[in-house]
């Protein structure tokens, strides 16, 4: 199972994406997995999210190298495995949280039939539960993008009305500036 997201820059009352669950941090000293593993970043405690996805995409591009894919859930725990010492559990999270809010992600859970682990291979089914979540998401964000356009629109008409208004003298110029918070000058 997994636990949703904290809010980040989502409002408190909606529902999160289905998140990773966070891995223990692997220490440094516990070397490479395998003999040709890459070496470990220089300083990985401050890795921002950026550095850590180009660094994921570099190290594991069959997973995070094109369109965004359902991940494996616990995949922190095997990124930590494959790369020791090369990402803290604090950047893996502070990526994964901005990762799996992208809508592109959330699309992709929602049309996915399994998660995919590190080497781009399915790894697990993909529960209903998750896809309800991040459709509900998706809905959330369509209905807040939807009022704004909406809200956008209608003071056009407004604007564009009261404009007609002052040409037809049925306001006067310096009522249209007040409403409009100008000066006389700059309307004309």
Same mark, same amino acid.
């Given at each position: 199972s997994s636990t949703p997201l904290p809010p980040s820059d989502l409002p408190a009352d909606q529902p999160a994406a289905?998140?990773?669950?966070?891995?223990?941090?692997?220490?440094?000293e516990a070397g490479?997995? *395998?003999?040709?593993?890459? /070496?470990?970043? /220089?300083?990985p405690s401050g890795m921002s999210p950026a550095d850590c996805a180009a660094e994921l995409k570099q190290r594991f591009p069959a997973l995070f190298g094109?369109?965004?894919?359902?991940?494996?859930?616990?995949?922190?725990?095997?990124?930590?495995?494959?790369?020791?010492?090369?990402?803290t559990k604090t950047a893996l999270s502070g990526f994964f949280r901005r990762y799996t =809010? /992208? *809508?592109?992600?959330? !699309?992709?859970?929602?049309?996915?039939?399994?998660?995919?682990?590190?080497d781009g291979?399915? /790894?697990?089914?993909?529960?209903?539960? =998750?896809r309800q979540i991040a459709e509900t998401e998706l809905a959330r964000?369509?209905? !807040?993008?939807?009022?704004?356009?909406?809200?956008?629109?209608?003071a056009r008409r407004e604007r564009a009305q009261l404009l007609a208004d002052v040409e037809a003298g049925k306001v006067t110029t310096e009522a249209y500036c007040a409403e409009k918070g100008m000066t006389a000058e700059a309307f004309e």
């Amino acid at each position: 199972s997994s636990t949703p997201l904290p809010p980040s820059d989502l409002p408190a009352d909606q529902p999160a994406a289905p998140e990773v669950p966070a891995a223990p941090a692997v220490s440094a000293e516990a070397g490479p997995a *395998t003999p040709d593993a890459p /070496a470990p970043a /220089a300083e990985p405690s401050g890795m921002s999210p950026a550095d850590c996805a180009a660094e994921l995409k570099q190290r594991f591009p069959a997973l995070f190298g094109g369109e965004p894919k359902p991940l494996k859930l616990r995949i922190q725990t095997d990124i930590q495995e494959r790369a020791p010492g090369v990402f803290t559990k604090t950047a893996l999270s502070g990526f994964f949280r901005r990762y799996t =809010h /992208a *809508t592109a992600y959330l !699309i992709a859970v929602t049309k996915a039939q399994s998660r995919f682990d590190l080497d781009g291979n399915p /790894a697990g089914e993909l529960s209903e539960e =998750h896809r309800q979540i991040a459709e509900t998401e998706l809905a959330r964000r369509r209905a !807040i993008v939807k009022e704004r356009r909406e809200a956008e629109a209608q003071a056009r008409r407004e604007r564009a009305q009261l404009l007609a208004d002052v040409e037809a003298g049925k306001v006067t110029t310096e009522a249209y500036c007040a409403e409009k918070g100008m000066t006389a000058e700059a309307f004309e």
